[in-house]
């Protein structure tokens, strides 16, 4: 949903192939993370990742991208706030902040940290319940470092009592967007019902496995 880091991956690709020249996605990774930091100030990388490899990632800061090869893809449903931000402000902010509370955002970030390692596993094991559970979690931790907004808060609970079975703020925060998990198909709709009661726009949304491809005959980069 990086819409920045979807535009310039497709551009970084189309102008090489353009030219004669064919970059693996590591370079295309690469080089996007320069209008990123330009536009984001001191993004993660993780959306240029997503946008050049497709599928679900495991990311860690700065550049270790592992592809997670599932047997059975989460129901999700994305759901807009309409509510838009700045994330080059947002990130700023909280730099600024976790600087001047140091131990405060290190027990954060390592709880972060704990709960994707183990979606990870929850993903692989197909256990949503505990998927959920973790992702109930981490948007308490978003909320407590700032970064949430109450039009956020109001679809989160608004998804979960319309039986998600975990929803949270998706991206920088402030606005924007959360995602839901699902049980089924039919929970999928109900959630999404409910969600645009609240005065969201919900999206029933699919997964690309390929991420960017090649501009001249559509197949996938190295």
């Known amino acids: 949903m990086g819409s920045s880091a979807a535009t310039t991956v497709a551009i970084i690709a189309a102008a090489t192939r353009a030219h004669g020249v064919q970059l693996e996605r590591e370079e295309v990774c ?40 599932l047997g059975r893809m989460p129901v999700i449903v994305v759901c807009d706030t309409g509510i ?20 405060f955002f290190r027990e954060h970030v390592d709880e972060a940290s704990r709960i994707s390692k183990a979606a990870v596993r929850a993903l692989t094991e197909e256990d949503d319940q505990e998927l959920g559970t973790l992702m109930n979690r981490n948007h308490e931790l978003l909320k407590q470092i700032g970064v949430s907004h109450p ?11 319309a039986g998600a079975l975990g929803a949270k703020l998706t991206g920088a925060g ?35 496995t390929s991420g ?9 980069l190295k």
């Open 30 to 69: 690469e080089i996007a993370f320069a209008p990123e930091s330009y536009l984001h100030g001191n993004p993660s990388g993780v959306d240029q990742a997503a946008c050049t490899y497709g599928g679900i990632l495991q990311f860690s800061k700065p550049d270790k991208v592992t592809p997670l090869r």
């Open 84 to 103: 838009h931000r700045s994330t080059k402000g947002l990130v700023g902010a909280i730099m600024k902040r976790s600087k001047s509370e140091v131990e």
């Open 174 to 208: 402030g606005g924007g967007c959360i995602i839901a998990l699902c049980e089924d198909p039919k929970a999928q709709s109900r959630v999404g019902r409910a969600l645009k009661r609240h005065g969201g726009t919900p999206y029933n949304v699919s997964m690309d």
């Open 212 to 220: 960017v491809r090649s501009a001249s005959n559509g197949t996938a």
């Open 151 to 161: 039009k956020l808060n109001e679809l989160v609970k608004a998804a979960r009592k």
